[in-house]
């Protein structure tokens, strides 16, 4: 799973240990307190990938079943506004980190499962996170295109999660573009 340190992949590598699955995880920050054993790695970047991709293999005695690409970013990115360094940011982690990941776990070989983990925001976009709702509808793009190659013998599904409290939410409202009380009170909900 990427993104294992963070708030969903802490919640999602309880859930799965408590059900009993071997996990490993991939991180860009190592937490000896989460659930799962993480490995440093930064999906951003190939060689890390692949050393990540290595290392977690070998924490888990041979294989990937289930891949969850979790990682993800976002920030205030106007789409009125000139793509700038944390958009090219978010493309990179959101989009490409999954993509490259998925290639690194050979779940071809074990006839596995890749989960992509989109956002609402793939289908519904908001005017201040345009970057973060591109990337989630590319990654759905990404994932649709490969069930079509490998659906026959890799699971390929996505989710689609709704809003929730999170750095995301909170690096907007600090940078004074929240949609946070724009009706009087906040649509953001705690996982």
């Known amino acids: ?19 009993g699955a071997l996990m490993a995880g991939l991180d860009l920050h190592t937490d000896a ?13 190939l060689e890390s990938v692949t050393k990540g991709a290595e290392e977690a293999v070998r924490l888990l005695g041979g294989g990937v079943d289930v ?15 000139r793509p700038s360094a944390e958009v090219h940011a978010q493309l990179d982690l959101n989009l490409l980190g999954a993509w490259d990941v998925t290639a690194a ?3 071809e070989r ?3 499962r890749v989960v992509f983990v989109a956002s609402r925001m ?14 989630k509808r590319a990654l759905a793009a990404y994932a649709d295109t490969l069930r079509l190659k490998v659906g026959t013998h890799v699971g390929v599904p996505i989710v689609y999660p709704s809003m929730v409290r999170s750095p995301i939410h909170d690096s907007t409202r600090e940078s004074g573009l929240s949609l946070d009380g724009c009706r009087g009170r906040s649509r953001w909900r705690a996982w």
Request: overall charge neutral.
């Open 122 to 135: 793939a289908v519904l976009p908001l005017p201040l996170a345009a970057a973060y709702g591109v990337s």
């Open 105 to 107: 776990a050979h779940l």
């Open 33 to 45: 307190s989460a659930p799962v054993p993480v490995v440093g790695c930064d999906v951003t970047d």
């Open 110 to 112: 074990a006839r596995g």
């Open 67 to 81: 891949l969850v690409n979790n990682a993800g970013r976002g920030g205030p990115a106007p789409a009125e506004l």
């Open 1 to 19: 799973m990427t993104g294992a340190a963070g708030m969903f992949g802490r919640a999602l590598g309880t859930r799965f240990t408590e059900i």
